[in-house]
């Protein structure tokens, strides 16, 4: 656990969450500011700051976490209706929590993806 990291407080159970799905490494809760119909949050348990260093230093669950959100897609019926799976890194891209995330968006038509 980091100290002052969010996502780690709710891994650890310290700050509210609605889970989805907890398996040994994963963790996956909706998102407190809906971007779309479901938008659910899939996490490492473990601190990693971002995709890339999971990739770096923990493909496997790097891997998890994509399997985790297809998991957590069938739960939620958005298996055929589609879904998208994002990753924001840096300002450019309005990243604001540093313990790696995969945003899944879904549930109903999306917008255009990229500028605005
Ligand atoms: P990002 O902009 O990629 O860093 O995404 C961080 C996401 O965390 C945003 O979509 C926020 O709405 C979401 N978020 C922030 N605080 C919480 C929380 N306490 N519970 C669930 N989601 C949160
Ligand atoms: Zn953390």
Redesign the pocket.
Known sequence: MTADC?FCK?VAGQ?P?TVLYDSERTLA?????PQAVAHV?VVPKQHHEDAVSLATDAAGLLAELVTAAAAVAEAEGIVDSGYRLVF?TGPDA????FHA?L?LLGGEQLGPFGRH
């Open positions: 969010l709710i700050v969450a809760f909706r998102d407190i500011n949050l924001n309005g990243r604001t929590v995330h945003h």
